[in-house]
């Protein structure tokens, strides 16, 4: 079980981390190589933002028998996905991987590819953690709704980041403000490499700040085995909930593991 003064202690320094919650935008770029490409050179990065390679990233797989867009996993395994929209405060971001990692569990972070160049680093540092990274587009906007060479330059943009950043396209694509993808989405994400959309089955609705212990609450009021449940790094009340959350897994006996694991 995890301490309760641990736990009390993280809450403690939430907030010093909410101030930094954001969102960001940035600029489509062209579409991605094929995604069996080897890698490109490594990109410098934003002027000013050094940063240390990340290490060579899986890349999607087509998994059989499942199909093209995924919302859980199989509900004969004590195992459940907890999947992370990658963008905010990189501190706030930090520490969610850290206190997963304290309790053995691991992730699934779908990066938003503007939030990749202004904090690079991330993307180390949550494949050195064992977790799953993959892609959240490019400026995190509504998907569904533009026209198609926008749609496919959202998915695009944010795969040449990610293989830069990691030589890979990322493990799964997620489309942007919206549990599933349309059709038309779908198909494009097919175009760009990835053979699987993530959806989920549970939405914590943190990003609408209710506070941690209701964050708790809707998640376990929602989760079973097999559920992939949508959460944000942007916001401080999901570091404060992420022990309880972790806690509520082990008392159901389940484990939190990468939607890559999850799915195989």
Not at 18 to 39: M, Q, S, V
Not at 140 to 154: R, T, V
Request: hydrophobic share 40%; glycine share 10%; aromatic share 4%.
């Amino acid at each position: 079980m995890i301490e309760t003064d641990r736990r009390r202690a993280l809450c403690a320094g939430v907030g010093l981390l909410a101030a930094g919650a954001l969102t960001t935008g940035c600029a489509a770029t062209g579409p991605a190589p094929a995604p069996d490409r080897p890698p490109a050179p490594e990109s410098p990065g934003p002027p000013g933002k050094a940063h240390r390679p990340a290490p060579a990233a899986p890349a999607p797989r087509r998994i059989p028998g499942l199909p093209a867009q995924i919302t859980h996993g199989p509900r004969t395994r004590p195992q459940v996905a907890l999947t992370f929209h990658g963008q905010g405060d990189p501190a706030i971001a930090k520490a969610l991987l850290t206190e997963a990692e304290k309790a053995g569990a691991k992730v699934t972070v779908l990066a938003v590819g503007s939030w990749l160049d202004d904090h690079p680093d991330m993307a180390r540092r949550i494949l050195d953690g064992g977790h799953d990274l993959g892609n959240h587009t490019l400026h995190h906007l509504g998907i569904n709704d533009m026209p198609e060479a926008e749609a496919y330059a959202e998915i695009t943009g944010c795969a040449d980041r990610l293989r830069r950043l990691t030589g890979s396209i990322g493990t799964w694509f997620r489309p942007s403000r919206t549990p599933t993808a349309t059709p038309l989405v779908v198909r494009l994400a097919h175009r760009a490499g990835y053979p699987h959309v993530l959806g989920y089955d549970v939405d914590s609705l943190d990003f609408t700040s209710p506070g941690a212990p209701a964050v708790t609450r809707t998640i376990a009021g929602g989760i079973r085995e097999g559920s992939v449940v949508s959460l944000h790094f942007g916001y401080a009340d999901t570091v404060a909930a992420l022990p309880a959350v972790l806690e509520e897994l082990e008392r159901r006996g389940l484990r939190a593991v990468t939607t890559t694991e999850l799915l195989t």
